[in-house]
Each structure stands twice: as C-alpha cells, then as structure tokens.
C-alpha cells in the first residue's frame, strides 16, 4: 500500500492507495475517535457498483450505516441536494461524532464534504473517490462546494477529511474518457512541481492507458504527494495553492462557454495548461521546446489542445468571472520549464486575445 | 471606549464598545486588508433605523456599498434566505477581498455570517449587532448557522468575523422586552464564570434597565470578554466551551415546545438556568442559598422562572434533541456555586423529571 501524510496540524490525515482497498475502511473508521453511525453518500452508478457491499461489510463491523445515493451528474452539486442531506442526516440522529462517507467522484465528494463541513458545523468526512479525476484532484486539500446557478463551486469551505481511502479497483469500471480527463490532472501535477514525475508519465504511457495497478498507484501517490505539499503551505489558498490552478482560468471559461456540455473538466484544463504555456511563451517566460513538450505530452493521453466551439470574446469576458479573480486581476498562473511554474497578475490583452485564438482553432492532432 | 480582543492565532479580532460607535466602521474597514465592495445585510427594521445611514456614510469614505434587507424575523433564518444574498453576492460582485457587514439581531449575524463563511470559501465579515442579545451571545465566538425546518441552528460553521463593533445608541430603539432576553445571557455570564460581575449585576439593576450608558458598556464589555475567554480556549466546542449553554439545555427544549411563539431565547434560558440550578441543588452540587440567588437576580430582570404551557413528556422527549447531544448523553451544565460550572454526563432520569415539573408551574413571583 501507498500512504500519503497531509500534514495539516490537528487536522493532518492520510490517504491511503491500494488495490482492494476499501476492505481497510472498517478497520479505520474503528480506529478513529467516531462513533457507530455512518452516512455513506454516493449517486446511483456508483452505489449499485461498491455502495452496498461498503455498506454491508461496515454493518458487520458494527456499524449503523445508511446508503443515500443522489442522482449523478453535475446537477446535484447543489443545495437542494444538500439539503436532501441534511435531512437524511437529521432523521437517521448523526451527531458530531457521526461519520458521512463520500463514495463517488468530485460530484459526491464535493456535496459531501459541504454537509459534512455544515452539518452541525462540522462531522467527521472520509473520502472515497472512485474517479481517477477525484482521486487525484478534488478528494485532497478540504475544498468542498455545491454550485449556484451563476457560477460553479460558488457556495464551499476548507474542511478537511479525516481520511482518504483510494481503491485502484475501482478504475477498473471507469469509462476512458473518465480516465483521460483525471490524467490531465495528473500531467498538471508534473508541470507544476516535477519534470522527473513529467518524464515518468512519458515513458509509463501505455501503462497507464492499460491502467497497470503499479503504474496507476504511482500516478496517484505522485499527483497526491505533490498536491499535499502545495496545501500544507496553504491550506486556504492565499497564494502559494494558486499554482495548483495552472491551466484552470482559461480551462474554466472554455467549460463554462461550452455550457459543460463538450469537454469535461480535464480536457478544458488540458487545453487551458496548453493555453497559459503559450501565453508563458509569448511573454518570454518559457522555450517553445517547453511548449512543445507539454503539447505532446497531453495527446500522448488523448487530450484535446483546441476549443474550435468556443466564441473568442465570450471566453475573454468569462475568464474575468473566476472566483479567483480579485480586484479584477486574474491570477495566471505561468510556466517557466516544466516543473516550475510562477503566478503573474500583468499579461497584457493582446497576449491573451492571440492565444485565445490559437486555441479555438480546430487542431489536427486531436 | 471599551475594547475586547479576542485571541484566536491568526484569527484574533476586537470587540468595539461604545456610544456613537458606527462612526469608527469606515476608518476600521480602511485600515482592514478589504477591497471597496460590501454588502451590508439588515432587516427591514434595523435597516430603515440605521442601515442607509450606515451606507452613506461607508460610500462617503469610498467604498462601494449596498444594503440588502430581509424580511424581520427567525423564518428568514434559512437557506433560500442565504442563497438569495449569495445571488446578491454574485451580482455585486463580491470577491475573496469583500466584506460582508451584518448590521441587525442574531438573526441577521448568524445568516450574514453563515454567508460570508461559504461565498467562495469564506470572504471577510464584520459584525455590527444591534440587539442586546447578539452584541453579549450570538455576535462573539464565531458560531453562524442557519435553521433547517427539523431544528434550529443545524446547518452552520464556525466562522470568526474580522471585527465586531457595538453601537450602545442601537439600545435605545430596541423594545424592553428585547433588552431583558440579552440580560439572561448577560446573567448567565456571571453565573458561569465570575461572581464579582454577577454582583455588579444586582447592584445595578435600576441603571441597567434605566439602559445607563456606563452600565450597559460595562455588561456588554465584561460578558464579550468573559464569553471570548472561553472560546479562546475552545473554539470548536470539544470541551470548555459547552459550559456557555448553561440554561440552554432546557431553555433550548422550552423554546421548542412552544413553537418558539410564547418565550424568546433569553426567557427559556432563564427558565432553563433555573431549571440547571435546581438540577444541581438536587444533586447536591450546589446550596439552596445559591439557587436562591439565582432566582432572585432572574426576577430583577423581569425575566420568568417558568413555563407552564409546556409538557413534561414532551419537554422531557425534547431535551435529547439538542445538537449537544452525543451517544444520545445529554452534557448537563450544572452549578456548583455563582461563578463556577462544571458538566455532568449523568443526571438521573427522576432528577430532570422533577425538575421539569418545577418550572412548568405557574409562578408567581413573574
């Protein structure tokens, strides 16, 4: 087993990456300071295919367990659902030392973790992510939200879990494009903190595509343990964190400009990461061998670099709505080599306007 | 003026104290990390009192303010409420570097606040309470939350405000029934942590319903400052911090019983206070003459020492209700004698009974 500490003073935990995993949930929950009580929440894919079996091995452990599975999909991000919630929550009596569960991918471990956060202001939360998206990215570092009907993930917190349990068996069900759009993630991991990760991920490519256990461990304990040391140095995003952002302000705005509807969240991060190296080019920051790298790394894993249905000026106005933006600066993040990447608040428009136009240009190589 | 700070590490803040204290806000917020846009949420009564000068004097040190009212009242306690200034929010707006002001009652702070701690993750909040209630209870110690139709106060966080700034001249508008539901947690102050002030109390009476300037700072003052003591040692609410519900277990079930429609908050924990005190006489913790006291300072305060239109059984059903509850134990806060609690896991079921059918007589003393 993989293990991987976020050091977060009194509110550090592991994760914990294994093939069979889940088996370990019991035996962890009865080593924590909860009691018997347990919300697991998932949607109905996810519920039908690990929900009933978590729950009846944590039944034989003693457990008083409920399954909720909330439909899947974006749209129940929202209050409503958290509200369904609460209610749940309410009538099964969980108290502060109940524990809610999150067994699904970002949409389930975000909704969660805000109910767990605001559930008497706070219960116990375990993360299980089944995506490779959620297992990389949105079950480490505490950011949970719902959205509001003007702008995604709008209505959140910083609440750390209390554990990440992460199940390589689980990948085995996810559908590829699933996995591809986790990979960008994972690729933005190397870009931001490791050229050696980088090179890793180029030489593992089709071990990875085959999802091999070891290469899929690797990946994720890498993409964690990067992630981890960014929010431990800050948890609550007043700088440093913002580099974990790299490729996420255009990528936002393609997703956004596209109604969610075309890309999903890695392939308009992917796109975004292709974007901001190019604006790190223009502006002299990095070689266009570095861009050429990062080009060619991200179709080795079958992302796309344009957005052809994106409009130029409605991406230009959306990426001022970033819930990053302050003052009306945004925050790029840029990359120097790959490996390192710095935040700048002064690209001038007409940088941004060119590269917002290479990127909706349709491209052959996707 | 009369200062308090509140220790909390990086989220330490003061207490402002005085008469003619709005004024201070604008050069308060000036010397703040804030940006100019605040929204300023009040209700249509305390707005219209004191809410458009509140703006105009904010938009006169150049900030760009607007003032949002909800309709007055615990029903606005709620989620559509907070999704509706999380719109206003949006619309505005508001970035991580806006401020949230809460101008009005408990009602008012609690939701602005539960606002400010999950609109983009949490942006600044400052408190300006204009109740009795909210400047000596709900504005300190960093407690927001929201009601969900099952129960008060269930959805929330803890959340420290940046600043919190008490207007004495809000007094003189509020009605005396308002003034005598703070002066119960103003009494619950003394009784749980100084003697001393729970004289001052007795021998001030007259001045302090006669609403003194010198008296009404120097209540306020002390139960801020004796309140931030015990927050400062536990924030979250594992240990130290349950002795403030003092007289709210009860108080908490009174309330509910009666639909919140016959006692306010102060007045059930009035009745509760007593209620924990006789508790306590019973148990042999504390003398005759101590809940003498007690009762004797209640009825100064013109506050009531019992609720006859409750139910016993129901009242008795109610108390394992509370959001205190853990492992369905109920965390007594009883009196050992004025100035010193202590909580007590075990009270034996005849004990509360009896207890409950003391203070659901008539009285004749209110």
Redesign the interface.
């Known amino acids: 087993m993989a293990e991987v500490n976020v050091n977060l003073g009194n509110r550090s935990y592991k994760i914990f990456i294994d093939v069979a995993n889940k088996k370990i949930i019991a035996t962890l929950m009865q080593n924590m300071k909860v009691?018997q009580k347990v919300l697991i929440v998932s949607d109905q894919n996810v519920g039908n295919l690990y929900g009933v079996e978590l729950k009846k091995q944590l039944q034989q452990s003693g457990f008083i367990v409920e399954l909720h599975c909330i439909s899947p999909g974006e749209h129940s991000k929202c209050?409503d659902t958290?509200?369904e919630l609460?209610?749940k929550a309410?009538?099964l009596g969980l108290?502060?030392?109940s524990t809610i569960l999150a067994l699904g991918g970002g949409v389930v471990g975000d909704l969660s973790g805000f109910v767990a956060?605001?559930?008497?202001?706070?219960i116990p939360f375990i993360q299980v992510p089944t995506s490779l998206l959620s297992q990389v990215d949105s079950s480490v570092g505490g950011?949970v939200?719902v959205n509001?009907p003007?702008?995604k993930n709008?209505?959140?917190?910083?609440y750390q879990p209390k554990a990440v349990v992460i199940d390589i068996d689980c990948l085995h069900t996810l559908p590829d494009r699933e996995l591809f759009t986790g990979l960008a993630e994972v690729i933005k991991c190397g870009v931001i903190a490791d050229k050696n990760f980088f090179m890793y991920l180029n030489n593992n490519v089709q071990q990875i595509l085959d999802k091999e256990p070891d290469a899929l461990t690797e990946i994720i304990r890498r993409s964690c343990e990067i992630k981890a040391r960014v929010v431990e140095q800050d948890e609550?995003?007043s700088s440093l964190r913002a580099i974990l952002n790299f490729g996420h302000t255009i990528g936002h705005a393609i997703e956004a400009n596209t109604s969610f509807s075309i890309y999903n969240h890695g392939e308009a991060v992917a796109i975004g990461m292709y974007g901001a190296a190019l604006i790190s080019k223009y502006l002299g920051l990095c070689s266009e061998m570095t861009v050429a790298n990062l080009k060619d790394t991200i179709s080795k894993f079958k992302l796309p670099l344009s957005a052809p249905e994106c409009n130029i000026t409605e991406l230009f106005a959306l990426l001022y709505r970033d819930?990053?933006?302050?003052?009306n600066k945004i925050n790029w993040v840029l990359l120097n080599e790959i490996g390192q990447v710095s935040i700048c608040k002064q690209v001038p428009e007409d940088v941004v306007i060119r590269v917002l136009k290479e990127i909706t240009v349709p491209n052959k190589i996707c």
């Open positions: 009691n209050l958290a509200m609460y209610t309410i009538v108290d502060r030392n956060a605001t559930y008497l202001r706070g950011k939200a509001h003007l702008g709008l209505i959140g917190a910083f609550q995003e819930k990053k933006v302050v003052d």
